[in-house]
């Protein structure tokens, strides 16, 4: 008759548990609706199956207490969701084949002969290398200025910022303006238009913190991209 006990109290253990279980399920349903409301591009991997604890609740020798699966699944959700956060911020070294390692920070070094501020980096590469985006946004304006020869004005998607990239050799076929770009995408190619030394032919490329009226011409507060594109 033990042995009948003993199954018995296993059955009502097992059901008890899957009942809780099935609560803790619901719950974490709940916490990944949330969250893949927050990180709306990865719905399928922010919510947990409710299947994995019913299989562990079966277990009649695993203690009833539901904060194993909820930990792991919060623990699923965080680590899908951080990566993801960080790698949007990143910029990207905006010449192929520069790595953060190669560049060097011009931001404060005068030009005009001490009139003014650099306000910018400049990437050496060899005339010809691909220029790429280095941050998705929109072609705001392609234009050919004295000193910066030819330039890409870039706004990012929530129009405050804007990436300037100059002595353009080429443009990539076929970019205008209004053209959505991605990170990574190519703008065209390093050369040395404008007030550029022919002999040392590079990027010039400036971040502007801007207003989301303002227009790409006025006047706007330059951030060193040096940090930016080292600090990772
Ligand atoms: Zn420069």
């Given at each position: 008759m033990q042995i009948v006990d003993r199954i018995l109290t296993i059955i009502i253990t097992a059901t008890l548990t899957s009942a809780v279980w099935i609560v803790a399920g619901g719950s974490l349903i709940e916490n990944a609706t949330a969250d893949s409301q927050r990180a709306a591009t990865r719905p399928a991997e922010a919510a947990p199956s409710p299947v994995p604890p019913i299989v562990l609740g079966?277990?009649?020798?695993?203690?009833?207490?539901?904060t194993d699966a909820a930990d792991a699944g919060g623990l699923d959700v965080e680590t899908v969701a951080t990566p993801d956060a960080d790698t949007a911020r990143q910029l990207m070294v905006?010449?192929?084949?520069?790595?953060?390692?190669?560049?060097?920070?011009?931001?404060s070094d005068t030009r005009g002969g001490g009139a003014r501020m650099h306000e910018a980096i400049d990437i050496m590469a060899p005339r010809g290398t691909s220029v790429v985006a280095a941050a998705p946004g929109v072609v705001e304006k392609l234009f050919t200025s004295k000193?910066?020869?030819?330039t890409i004005y870039v706004r990012s998607p929530d129009r405050l910022t804007i990436h300037y990239y100059a002595h353009l050799d080429e443009y990539a076929q076929g970019l205008k303006e209004g053209q959505r770009v991605r990170r990574g995408q190519r703008l065209g190619t390093v050369g040395s238009s404008g007030n550029a030394d022919d002999a040392s032919p590079h990027l010039h490329f400036a971040i502007l913190q801007t207003t989301?009226?303002?227009?790409?011409w006025e006047p706007a507060n330059a951030v060193n991209p040096f940090p930016l594109l080292t600090d990772r």
């Amino acid at each position: 008759m033990q042995i009948v006990d003993r199954i018995l109290t296993i059955i009502i253990t097992a059901t008890l548990t899957s009942a809780v279980w099935i609560v803790a399920g619901g719950s974490l349903i709940e916490n990944a609706t949330a969250d893949s409301q927050r990180a709306a591009t990865r719905p399928a991997e922010a919510a947990p199956s409710p299947v994995p604890p019913i299989v562990l609740g079966n277990d009649s020798m695993m203690e009833p207490g539901a904060t194993d699966a909820a930990d792991a699944g919060g623990l699923d959700v965080e680590t899908v969701a951080t990566p993801d956060a960080d790698t949007a911020r990143q910029l990207m070294v905006p010449v192929k084949n520069i790595r953060p390692g190669d560049l060097t920070d011009t931001f404060s070094d005068t030009r005009g002969g001490g009139a003014r501020m650099h306000e910018a980096i400049d990437i050496m590469a060899p005339r010809g290398t691909s220029v790429v985006a280095a941050a998705p946004g929109v072609v705001e304006k392609l234009f050919t200025s004295k000193a910066g020869g030819k330039t890409i004005y870039v706004r990012s998607p929530d129009r405050l910022t804007i990436h300037y990239y100059a002595h353009l050799d080429e443009y990539a076929q076929g970019l205008k303006e209004g053209q959505r770009v991605r990170r990574g995408q190519r703008l065209g190619t390093v050369g040395s238009s404008g007030n550029a030394d022919d002999a040392s032919p590079h990027l010039h490329f400036a971040i502007l913190q801007t207003t989301e009226q303002a227009e790409w011409w006025e006047p706007a507060n330059a951030v060193n991209p040096f940090p930016l594109l080292t600090d990772r």
